[in-house]
T-cell receptor
């Protein structure tokens, strides 16, 4: 079983601050995805990274896939209250099956 | 375009009763996944289908759980008999092609077994 560990488990910051969430594994994944989930809703895909060392930017969000394809990070610049949510990373195997981390709960206060 | 549709959104039932959860994937998607989410265990994959055929059901907790996909636009997850420990949010997700890996989730069904 490939285990994905996310850190921190909980993060509370003020609007305007930056934050970084980490996703680590001892196993190699074919792809790494980040999702955000809000209360009462399903996870929503933010990004997919497939190449070791890949960096993707989505407005204020920057995603990085480690060179060895075992770890990833999500960095949010100038956080807004709308960034509040549960951030989940998920590693994909060659069959399209995803293994999810436990998630990082991010709370951005005004 | 409509996303993944799940019904019901909430289900409250008594222990021992049969529960059926329903899912309509995004049109054209050939993979369908059933997940369960709890505070203790997070998001767990129960079973997934490719072109209506079950591929991996290793995550199904026990024989009380069964899933079917009679056609490309409909799937069910059945629990019979239900137990209080089955209380969770059940999500259905779909994706297009194995190289995509990008899964689109439905809004979930919150199941409470009393």
């Amino acid at each position: 079983t490939q285990l994905l560990e996310q850190s921190p488990q909980f993060l509370s910051i003020q609007e305007g601050e930056n934050l970084t969430v980490y996703c680590n594994s001892s196993s190699v994944f074919s792809s790494l995805q980040w999702y955000r989930q809000e209360p009462g809703e399903g996870p929503v895909l933010l990004v997919t990274v497939v190449t070791g060392g890949e960096v993707k930017k989505l407005k204020r969000l920057t995603f990085q896939f480690g060179d060895a394809r075992k770890d990833s990070s999500l960095h949010i610049t100038a956080a807004q209250t709308g960034d509040t949510g549960l951030y989940l990373c998920a590693g994909g195997d060659s069959w399209g099956k995803l293994q999810f981390g436990a998630g990082t709960q991010v709370v951005v206060t005004p | 375009d409509a996303g993944v549709i799940q019904s019901p959104r909430h289900e409250v039932t008594e222990m021992g009763q049969e529960v059926t959860l329903r899912c309509k994937p995004i049109s054209g998607h050939d993979y369908l996944f059933w997940y369960r989410q709890t505070m203790m265990r997070g998001l767990e994959l129960l079973i997934y289908f490719n072109n209506n055929v079950p591929i991996d059901d290793s995550g199904m907790p026990e024989d009380r759980f069964s899933a079917k996909m009679p056609n490309a636009s409909f799937s069910t997850l059945k629990i019979q008999p239900s137990e209080p420990r089955d209380s969770a949010v059940y999500f259905c997700a779909s994706s297009l092609g194995w190289v995509s890996y990008e899964q689109y989730f439905g809004p979930g069904t919150r199941l409470t077994v009393t």
